[in-house]
């Protein structure tokens, strides 16, 4: 019954009797910049290292993987880092959101980011209009896993990317069939 995620959090802990101050901050207004198009980056010709990373290091079947970059086609290889990317759609299967994840650690960091001009009121996502259950997951990876062990390919499942619920707010307004 909460309005928003932070004050569902807040209810949460104190139930728990934790107690959290809240900073009320104002925001300076801000120009915002003209929205720029989002450009993606360059398929690989392969998915050697995607594979190599998400079946190896991260323990993800290949069939799962499989899943994701030819069935959804929501995942794929860059050609010039060979990072991860994501794509989350519109209701009509625009991509408004992509995200990168680096398939290598360097000096024990892993490059994460969004690709510019992506809209954030977007996440990546999966739809079945047969279904009217949501599973929401923070990471791309979170919900490979999730769907990994339980085999649930049945529900629909949206990735924020982010900490925001907007995407969590765009995605039940598209899709009213969610209960």
Avoid: W
């Avoid at 309005?3 to 949460?12: F, G, N, R, T, Y």
């Avoid at 934790?18 to 915002?32: C, D, G, N, T």
């Avoid at 765009?170 to 899709?175: A, D, I, V, Y």
């Amino acid at each position: 019954g909460c309005s928003s995620v932070p004050d569902a959090i807040h209810e949460i802990l104190a139930r728990n009797h934790i107690y959290v101050l809240r900073q009320v901050e104002v925001a300076p207004k801000v120009s915002i910049p003209e929205a720029k198009e989002m450009e993606l980056p360059e398929k690989s010709e392969g998915y050697k290292y995607l594979y190599a990373y998400l079946c190896k290091t991260r323990k993800l079947s290949p069939e799962v993987v499989s899943y994701f970059t030819h069935d959804l086609g929501i995942l794929y290889e860059s050609k010039q880092h060979h990072n991860l990317v994501f794509l989350g759609k519109d209701k009509e299967g625009n991509v408004k959101y992509a995200m990168q994840r680096g398939t290598s650690d360097i000096y024990g960091r892993v490059f994460k980011g969004d690709v510019k001009g992506n809209d954030k009121s977007h996440g990546v996502n999966i739809v079945n209009p047969n279904s009217s259950v949501l599973k929401v997951f923070e990471s791309s990876i979170d919900c490979m896993s999730y769907i990994d062990i339980t085999g649930d390919i049945e529900s629909n499942k949206l990735v924020l990317g982010m900490l925001s619920d907007r995407p969590l707010q765009t995605f039940l307004q598209e899709h009213k069939h969610i209960k």
